[in-house]
């Protein structure tokens, strides 16, 4: 594998420097140091894919870029975009042991199963009549945007492998993240910014842990891995100078650092010298570019209110609005983390908490990417990693324990169907039973959105052929494609 | 080329990778091993090999028999016949509905492919196992016509393949490059600007040597085998998994340490990793060293369910021991027969078996959110002054017990009782405060069985006892069951897999000197792998490994003093075009220092680092609010204070879920899984690391005071002492030039800005030396800051 690393080290390296026009040293680093174009200027969103795959995208795309918000924790579908009736006339009687029996159960381990009705009325919204709990009022007014997927599995129960899975399609650790395996496939649209940036909110309740792994670039090139935002002090670390050293020094130090690398180059040959002074260029770039996009001083207040943002916060709100503007300036996966969704006991207090911090932002986010036409090529995808079961739980007042034979997402923008609801759960939304969608085939259908046929998509990895989407049979989800 | 790897870049590349030699093959022989067994590997085994699940027309490509019989009348090979082959026919018809691979299998042969299995069959179609499962065979001393270059029988498998490509070594690097090499390579350290000056006047013939001998004596050489062996293992300070929380582990790294600084001979190594706690009497260390089977990833999550977690670090297990000792991937045999190698799901379940006997129930009953967690068996390793208090407390509990007993006063009763319970508070606080560290504790075994598909909620496979991989022989002991003892026997026995072992870290440790092993992949030695570019030379020294006992020094020391280790590192544009992965070996590697090693350096240039050796993990700086991610429970990190702060990498508090920035941004693993070899990244944020990180600042700083303490009286002087304190090399007058420039420019600056220049020296732990004027500090921080950036600074030539 790893001279196989190399290899593509090398290859994404070449590839990198003929199609950014960066690494050729000296002139084009004066000229960007020289400040001909504004920073701004140079942050508009660019056209051209910089670096990615020759070959990719295998067809044309309907989406340029994914905005995943994960609802870390795993939402309720039972009080979301699932409405069970019959769950409700059952509420506080033994549930069925033909449903449980031999089947994977958390922290209900040994304890008396019982049959929790729901905790909320449900409304049906848009021309389809979706069905939406109360919970999410904003998120009803964008049905006619969304698809609701109320048949999702997945295979663990657990939080951290759960989230391992929803991300890396394997719960074994070291591999790619979708983030990755999308931006070395594609490259990015950005030379300036990450093309894969993770951003996670604060507030709420006791958040779930996220390890770094979620969004690791695994066996790929070390810089396709997220990059993760911070909300407080440097927004990426080692971002800002250091105290006492202005930037105007920085810029000269890194001249000097170049210059010197390139004399020594002349010596010894080294092509990865060549390599280094482009990542020196690209670190300088980000330096000024990173606090660009941060600053929402150039947002409008309406804009401001639409999304409840307020710079500096590092609420789920803020990041909604800078994930827009990471997708106007060309990231090509941006992936939003709510971490408070783990709701064993009062979940009704506690879904007030997370719908109120989430709901209108969402909604925000969507409107303002149609507003500005860019609805149609971001895939926006919003979900868990896994839903909540239909028994009670009480740690305090009613809760559910983790579930995952059946929960609920949605996706919404480039290439999918608004307003409808693609496959059910049984009736007590235990089981999926009706065109059942796993999270290998929501991989695929979000790599075929983006022009990718994921059989096609492998990269060896001790010995393997190894896919986002596994060994494992996984189908596009055709019946939710525009 | 390039329109090959375009079409095909996740197939094409690889082939290209494996066979880039074939134009040089020794006259036009197609090796079987090397030319053929990969393309069938690649190609066809994933339907036509080991896994019987998935089995396409009952017929077996990786086997000789299988592939010689004949299927209806025709043969698949007929030795000789190409046109009478069917596989020939296959491979090369125009039918799509014929043509193999088929179409949807997104594999296809390229023309130079199908041309080596027209040349093979042509040839006999002679067949041999696959390489990694033969014992190493011992070759007579290659014959080379220039007799002065070979230093030891190393040089002589290169230079004679060399002098039949009709190809040059490379000439020897310089002094200077080889003490840096040296020290780099052997410690992990720079040389200091004395050891330099002293090793490149020496001109005796016993110069090299000495130092090669000076720098395995160095307790530092210990720290930089651990490096590698921590990877391997994947050794943290925390569970991975959820909460991520803290447990103890550190005793074992320094045992690790020691094990190399002591030259623990490596089969002995090995056994007590996997099972000290078995050996006869052993010994604390030993005991410590079984640590090795509790450092991998463990969740505390609440609500996880036994089994699962069981058969998770089974597999983890597995995964890791097959990885480290056999290079063998046998975590594809969690859910099935491998697809590539002759593993199959029950090896994996038998190996697993090895492993029941651990206990390791206690933390799963006792699932816990504190940190650091329960993660028992633990032993303590108090300190001296510890025991004594111990004796101290226990003495007198005795006594208060025993006054207990025959009081009877009421008042007497409840003033002992206090007594005893201040006493066992103080006990317990002297446990906490301990250095603990996870130990293996054998058990009565749990019961293993193959788990279908891997999963866990499956309990209709058969239980499996513990037995080694079947089509590597058996293993037998006169108990009724085999032991983790056994297994680790095994290992290292000429009869069992001994030879094999030592072929896998012979091959490891010429990468950590060459930068690339002398076959491609270090952890994977099945079909998939890739064969050794010197296949002689890997077997040599396997066989030399074993017949020194498993000396690890002397093989390092072998290695390091070789002609071919001394070449330069210069590469040309043809050589690079010619053969880009130097597998031909006319020169030697440069390459970016591991994370650690980077770290190490700017803080030994710099007269910062703290060179103790072992003991607790270090918290250095680290970005405020980067372990916001982690809960259960939320924590902060807080740096260390003190001399703590400028220890090696090492002995950096390895964060699974969240490992240091500094040490991500060039490369070093999570350790969730076995790392054999890092890769070498060049990334924008690794650049910002290594500007911006106030451990550099800091180092940068330092080592401007020193420069102006001892660099001399003019700034040419000065600059000549920092340039050559980074470098080992004196500068040429651009690069004084340009450093210089920058010099001026920031004392113009800072002149006008004093107290950006106070921001500058009041930074950081370390104290500004309080003689120097501010300025002059925080305008040549900017020219040791440029220094500790150069490519030269952060490379290994």
Not at chain 1, 72 to 101: I, N
Not at chain 2, 503 to 522: C, D, E, H, S, T
Not at chain 2, 531 to 560: G, N, R, S, T
Not at chain 2, 785 to 793: D, G, Y
């Amino acid at each position: 594998m790893n001279h196989w690393n190399q290899i593509q080290i090398g290859l994404n390296r070449r590839t990198f420097l003929s199609q950014s026009g960066v690494g050729l040293g000296a002139a084009a680093l004066s000229s960007l140091l020289s400040g001909e174009k504004t920073a701004t200027a140079q942050s508009k969103r660019q056209q051209a894919s910089i670096g990615g795959l020759p070959g990719l995208p295998h067809f044309a795309p309907k989406a340029k870029r994914v905005i995943f918000l994960c609802m870390a924790g795993g939402p309720t579908h039972l009080e979301t975009f699932d409405y069970k009736p019959k769950l409700a006339q059952m509420d506080g009687k033994p549930f069925p042991e033909s449903y449980t029996k031999g089947q994977p159960i958390a922290q209900l381990q040994g304890k008396a199963l019982k049959c929790q009705g729901p905790l909320t009325k449900f409304r049906k919204y848009g021309q389809n009549g979706q069905e939406i709990s109360d919970f999410l009022p904003w998120t009803g007014k964008i049905a006619d945007e969304i698809c609701i997927i109320r048949s999702m599995v997945t295979e663990q129960i657990n939080h951290d492998p759960a989230h391992t899975f929803l991300n890396t399609g394997t719960i074994i650790s070291g591999r790619p993240s979708m983030g990755s395996w999308i931006t070395y496939g594609l490259g990015s649209e950005t030379e300036e910014l990450p093309g894969f940036v993770v951003l996670t909110s604060v507030g709420g309740r006791n958040p779930q842990p996220i390890a770094s792994r979620q969004w690791g670039t695994g066996f790929l090139p070390s810089r396709y891995q997220g990059v993760q935002f911070n909300s407080t002090g440097d927004p990426v670390n080692y971002l800002a100078n250091p105290a006492g050293i202005g930037a105007q020094q920085q810029k000269e130090l890194i001249e000097t650092v170049q210059k010197l690398d390139q004399f020594r180059n002349q010596r010894v040959a080294n092509p990865e010298i060549e390599t280094r002074i482009a990542a020196y260029e690209m670190a300088f770039k980000m330096q000024t570019s990173v606090p660009e996009l941060m600053d929402l001083s150039g947002e409008s207040k309406q804009t401001l209110e639409l999304y409840g943002a307020e710079p500096g916060s590092g609420t789920y709100a803020t990041n909604c609005l800078l994930a827009r503007r990471l997708a106007e300036r060309g990231s090509r996966f941006i992936h939003l983390y709510h971490r408070g969704w783990d709701h064993h006991g009062d979940l009704v207090r506690y879904m007030n908490t997370c719908c109120g911090l989430t709901d209108k932002p969402t909604w925000a986010l969507i409107n303002d990417l149609k507003q500005r036409g860019m609805l149609d090529e971001t895939l926006v995808i919003w979900g868990g990693e896994f839903g909540r079961t239909p028994m009670f739980q009480g740690k305090g007042g009613a809760g559910r324990d983790h579930h995952i034979k059946g929960f609920s997402m949605w996706m919404a923008g480039g290439g999918i169907k608004g307003g409808i609801t693609h496959g059910a759960t049984d009736e007590l939304g235990y089981n999926s039973v009706e065109n059942i969608v796993n999270v290998r085939d929501l991989h695929a259908t979000m790599l075929h959105l983006l022009g990718i046929n994921h059989q096609r998509f492998s990269v060896e990895f001790q010995g393997l052929d190894t896919r986002l989407t596994g060994v494992e049979e996984s189908h596009v989800i055709k019946n939710i494609l525009t | 080329m390039s329109q090959v790897m375009i079409r095909h870049f996740g197939i094409g590349l690889v082939v290209f990778l494996l066979l880039p030699n074939q134009a040089d093959a020794e006259e036009n022989k197609v090796s079987f091993n090397r030319d053929i067994r990969p393309i069938l590997s690649r190609n066809c085994f994933q339907c036509h090999g080991p896994d019987s699940t998935h089995r396409e027309a009952d017929l077996r490509l990786d086997l000789e028999e299988s592939v010689k019989r004949t299927s209806g009348d025709e043969l698949i090979i007929r030795p000789g016949q190409p046109d009478q082959s069917l596989l020939f026919d296959r491979v090369t018809s125009k039918d799509p509905d014929l043509v193999m691979p088929p179409g949807d299998s997104g594999k296809s042969l390229k023309p130079s492919e199908i041309q080596l299995i027209k040349q093979w069959i042509e040839q006999g179609a002679p067949w041999s196992k696959h390489w990694a499962y033969l014992k190493p065979k011992s070759t007579s001393l290659p014959k080379v016509k220039n007799q002065n270059w070979p230093l030891n029988w190393i040089d002589h498998f290169i230079l004679a393949r060399l002098e039949q490509q009709k190809l040059q070594p490379a000439e020897d690097a310089d002094k200077i490059t080889l003490i840096r090499r040296l020290s780099f390579d052997l410690t992990g350290l720079p040389p200091t600007p004395e050891e330099v000056n002293q090793f490149v006047k020496d001109q005796s013939r016993q110069a090299y040597e000495q130092l090669v001998d000076r720098l395995l004596a160095s307790p530092h050489y210990g720290e930089r085998m651990a490096m590698y062996w921590l990877d391997l293992v994947r050794f943290a300070d925390t569970v991975g998994y959820h909460g991520d929380q803290d447990h103890h582990i550190s005793p074992y790294r320094d045992y690790v340490i020691r094990a190399f600084n002591e030259n623990l001979p490596f089969d002995q190594f090995t056994r007590e990793q996997l099972a000290g706690d078995l050996l006869p009497n052993s010994t604390l260390q030993q005991k410590i060293a079984t640590g090795y089977n509790r450092v991998l990833q463990t969740s505390h999550e609440g609500g996880v369910q036994r089994k699962e977690y069981l058969a998770i670090y089974a597999a983890d297990r597995i995964r890791n021991f097959s990885g480290v000792w056999m290079g063998a991937t046998m975590g594809c045999c969690q859910c099935h027969d491998h697809k590539y190698d002759p593993y199959t799901i029950k090896d994996f379940y038998s190996l697993v078996s090895f492993f029941a006997d651990i206990d390791e129930d206690q933390h799963l009953r006792r699932g816990s959110d504190r940190i650091p967690t329960v993660r028992a068996p633990e032993i303590f390793l108090y300190k001296d002054s510890e025991k004594k208090q111990i004796s101290e407390i226990e003495s007198n509990m005795k006594t208060t017990e025993l006054a207990l007993k025959s009081a009877t006063a009421e008042k007497d009763l409840k003033q002992l009782k206090q007594e005893l319970d201040k006493l066992k508070k103080n006990r317990a606080a002297i446990d906490r405060g301990a250095t603990k560290t996870m130990i293996t504790v054998s058990i009565k075994p749990r019961d293993i069985r193959i788990l279908p598909r891997g999963n866990w909620l499956d309990e209709s496979g058969p239980l499996v006892q513990p037995a080694i991989p079947e089509f590597l022989g058996s293993l037998k002991n006169d108990q009724s069951r085999l032991s983790r003892l056994d297994l680790a026997n095994w290992l290292s026995d000429k009869n069992g897999y001994g030879l094999l072992t030592a072929r896998v870290f012979a091959n490891r440790f010429w990468y950590l000197f060459f930068g690339r092993g002398i076959a491609p992949v270090l952890d994977d030695f099945g079909g998939q792998g890739g064969p050794p570019h010197y296949p002689e030379l890997l077997d040599q020294l396997a066989l030399k490994f074993y017949a020194d006992q498993w000396d690890v020094k002397q093989m390092v020391k072998f290695i390091v003093m070789s002609r071919a280790y001394r070449q330069s590192s210069l590469e040309s544009a043809a050589q690079r075009k010619r053969d880009p992965f130097n597998q031909m070996l006319n020169r030697q590697a440069r390459f970016r220092l591991p994370a650690e090693m980077i770290r190490d350096n700017a803080l030994a240039i710099s007269g910062l680092l703290v060179t103790d050796i072992g003991g607790p993990s270090v918290k250095p700086y680290q970005p405020a609010g980067y372990y916001r991610h982690l809960n259960f429970p939320k924590r902060k990190y807080v740096s260390h204070t003190d001399e703590r702060q400028w220890r090696r990498g090492l002995y950096v508090h390895w964060q699974r879920q969240f490992l240091h920035p500094m040490l991500k941004a060039f490369d070093a693993p999570s350790r969730e899984e076995c790392t054999a070899q890092r890769p070498q990244s060049n990334t924008p944020i690794a650049a910002m690391t290594l500007l911006n990180d106030p451990t550099f600042i800091e180092a940068a700083r330092k080592f401007a005071e020193d420069v102006l303490q001892h660099g001399g009286r003019s700034d040419t002087e000065k600059i000549r002492y920092a340039f050559s304190k980074a470098t080992s090399r004196a500068p040429e007058k651009i690069e004084s030039d340009a450093l210089m420039n920058l010099l001026n420019s920031n004392r113009r600056v800072y002149q006008s800005k004093p107290k950006d220049a106070h921001a500058i020296t009041n930074s950081g732990l370390a104290k500004t030396k309080q003689n120097l004027d501010a300025v002059e500090i925080a305008s040549w921080t900017e020219v040791t800051r440029a220094l500790l950036n150069l490519n030269e600074v952060v490379t290994r030539n």
